[in-house]
């Protein structure tokens, strides 16, 4: 467990705040995909391809250790506690109501108030279903998808099908091509 000390706990918390008060400010308003990759410059401090597609509303607990690779899609609803960190690959696709959590506590009651970090990674082509809960310190394959409703605590082996509660593979691709048709995202109609 990460021991953070008081000058540090201090730092993250005006940070949590300051990006929590600049999402919930977008979510309350339209706003054009120019201006949500406008404003998640400033929460994730890096600079958001664009060809990112988010829809609103997006939360995070912190947003400063969030990072988006290019061609992503995220829809409505999803929720980044990315404190321990949470990285997007490339063309990565987030349903909507999608959890990604690398913030979790110990179990020893003694010790409950402090926080445990582990990252999340998102590798690239994955598809998290809506509802899709991740939890702290997984890798969700290449490829790999994740099936409405799942709560992912293990690592996703890539080109796999995983679901339920907790998520098990249920379907694996022997040629590292699973293809379910593709349709062109709305970006092609959305003012940027």
Excluded: C
């Excluded at 600079?47 to 829809?75: C, M, T, W």
């Excluded at 959590?101 to 110990?106: A, D, T």
């Excluded at 997984?138 to 890539?158: H, I, L, R």
């Amino acid at each position: 467990m990460k021991e953070i000390q008081k000058e540090e706990l201090a730092t993250i918390t005006a940070t949590a705040l300051k990006n929590q008060d600049i999402l919930q400010q977008l979510n309350s308003r339209p706003a054009s995909q120019r201006e949500i990759l406008h404003v998640l410059n400033d929460v994730t401090g890096q600079k958001i391809d664009d060809s990112v597609e988010i829809r609103l509303p997006i939360r995070s607990d912190y947003g400063a250790n969030l990072k988006i690779g290019k061609q992503v899609f995220i829809n409505s609803g999803a929720m980044f506690t990315d404190l321990g960190r949470i990285e997007l690959e490339d063309k990565v696709l987030v349903g909507p109501n999608v959890t990604i959590i690398s913030v979790n506590h110990p179990l020893d009651p003694e010790k409950r108030h402090g926080i445990e970090l582990k990252a999340v990674l998102i590798k690239e082509n994955a598809w998290l279903g809506a509802n899709a809960t991740i939890l702290p310190g997984v890798t969700v394959g290449e490829n790999a998808v994740v099936a409405a409703g799942a709560v992912v605590s293990k690592d996703v082996p890539a080109n796999t099908v995983v679901a339920g509660v907790p998520a098990k593979v249920i379907t694996k691709s022997e040629e590292n091509n699973m293809s379910f048709g593709y349709i062109t995202p709305l970006s092609a109609n959305v003012e940027r």
